[in-house]
């Protein structure tokens, strides 16, 4: 039984970016895009292009790249598990998260830019 204000905030967080399709699309797009950086990065790399992430760029030269993608990784698994640990208290984390993949959507873009 649920009292009569929680019926408003459960049908009021199943909408926008809070519902689970939403959020499938959301955590989906942002893993892929960051498959994609990945698998683009190395190809312009190997084709003799320039890092364009100005972060990455000193580590790949210091480090190589193989070192790069496990910070990457590494990265890329923390922020997942801190969204898992908090899309239920805070739902607003999806809000970073539909960001963040628009934002590795456009690293993709400019690599793909400088591949072509």
Do not use: C
């Not at 683009?40 to 084709?47: E, I, N, Q, R, S």
């Not at 208290?89 to 960001?99: D, E, N, T």
Request: aromatic content about 6%; glycine content about 6%.
């Amino acid at each position: 039984m649920s009292l009569p204000g929680h019926a408003a905030v459960d049908a009021h967080l199943n909408t926008g970016l809070n519902s689970r399709l939403n959020q499938a699309m959301i955590l989906t797009s942002f893993v892929g895009f960051q498959v994609l950086d990945s698998l683009t990065t190395h190809l312009g790399l190997a084709l003799q292009h320039q890092e364009l992430n100005r972060i990455m760029a000193p580590l790949m030269a210091t480090q190589g790249e193989l070192a790069a993608y496990a910070v990457k990784g590494t990265a890329v698994a923390v922020l997942l598990a801190i969204l898992m640990l908090m899309y239920r208290r805070r739902p607003l984390v999806w809000h970073a998260y539909h960001i963040a993949a628009w934002i590795t959507a456009l690293g993709v873009i400019a690599n793909l830019v400088q591949l072509l």
